[in-house]
């Protein structure tokens, strides 16, 4: 079999962002993490690790702690079976990849029951809905959430449902950037806040008003920080429905096109061999879901 | 003089956080792109980037960014003299590293209102307030925001004032987990919420409890989730008492130590020769956040 301390030396850099942590963690010292990277690559005849700050797993890397993670997801059904096989009676961790808007609305709701029944801790990963499969390709996380259907090799997809976008800004930057509407406005040069630079949905209701090309706008990659900015004036966006009932509500955010609204879908991507662990959390998101979320339609 | 396209070729790849990304910004080909970039190497006789996804600069690289950025904010100002040297009428770029509790509280309504009287259109970047001078150091931001009083080399730092963390959980968690208050409960067992790798207020919070080492806690990089995941009963954690005014007299999330506060400082601090621009973000801080923030002690 391989030697797994060199995997879990592996596993401990990248998961904890740098060497010293790694040793921390494993209560090993630091050198003896390098080492053990070393080893690794010197059998491996290849490096596993980019030594940038955080160090980043290279291809042949990322393959490796795809291999330990899916091991760890196995371990933990074992050792539902066979109790006594190890002492360690802690939680699990699982890593998982979603976007920063469902983390800031639904999400929490619909987990902490099931992380407490099953004694989970999630190491949860930002990532935008459209490009969320790269950690899920690379191995970095067991699952993922994003608005991509097509599964990676040796995973599946589940379209759980929709979040509706809507484009908004304040009343006073209404007033003062689109006086007679927004078809009448030149949105180049209207600032808009855009959450990152994978983040394309303000780009599409552009290109939908029929402007083609580069505009205008902040980067704001917190979720609150996005609905902050629109609330002070700053820009208009595009934020879920779900997020900002009470600011519609209370007059602090207006819609652009009234009635109008964006679907993006949500597809939770799961490892096929992770086990009952990601089984479960699977069940869970199907069954709770839908009162969440608006229902989506699979394509 | 340098050959300042090269250079804006380097920046668009690091901003831009891809070649192909860079490319289209500067309405150039990939492979112009990638040449310059190679010759900007060739010159210099080492790598500026680390082909990584995304590419990030080398020490070296970083170095020529930060002389990009401060090129940039002067050109701003001979802009605002010579308003004739230039046809680029638009909106000045001005990129910040921020802690993300700022950004989901305090931030927005501080800069807005000055963003749109100089028109200026902020990059912003999250950074966890500990560790925020790495991009300032680096060259990637012209300011940052953090709990560091000393400054960079070339920069100064001004306090602006402080935030009031406090550990809470919703009222069912502090039920199920410290049924008969905190001093007696195991805190290394019962699951916290930690923000990312780089924060410690958890861990300062549970050394002050006199726990020593590790405990176990979810990673939840997301102010807003941070919050929800509080709330939905998944941990408890340290959030800023500006975020959860409502939360608490709502009952939703409860103090773990009723009248106890961890005190975290804010010091803005941005480059000497960032040009008036940045001066005039400074003093606009400076005038606003008194009424936002606490007041800070300076060290």
Redesign the interface.
Known sequence: MLDYKLLAALAAVVE???FE?AAG?LGLSQSAISQRIKLLEARLGAPVL?R?NPP?ATAAGQRLLNHVQQVRLLERDLRHDLPQISSDA??TRLRVALN?DS???W???A???W??RERV??????EDQDVGLRRMRSGEVAACLCAVEQPVAGARSLLLGEMHYLAVASPGFIRRHFPDGLSQADVR?V?AVVFG?DDQLQHRFVRQLGVDG?F??????????FV??L????GWGMVPALQIGDALRAGRLQQLSPGWSQPVPLYWHYWRSGGQLLEGLTAELARRAPALLAPGVSH
Chains 1, 2 share one sequence.
Not at 121 to 126: C, F, G, K, N, Y
Not at 216 to 225: A, F, I, V, W
């Open positions: 904890q962002g740098g942590r963690v980019v940038a980043q802690g939680r920063a983390l800031a609305t999400w929490a709701g987990v902490a029951p992380c407490e801790l999630l190491d949860q990963q930002l040069s600032p630079p580069e205008e706008y902040h980067l704001c990659p917190s979720s609150e920080g902050r900015m609330e002070a004036g700053i």
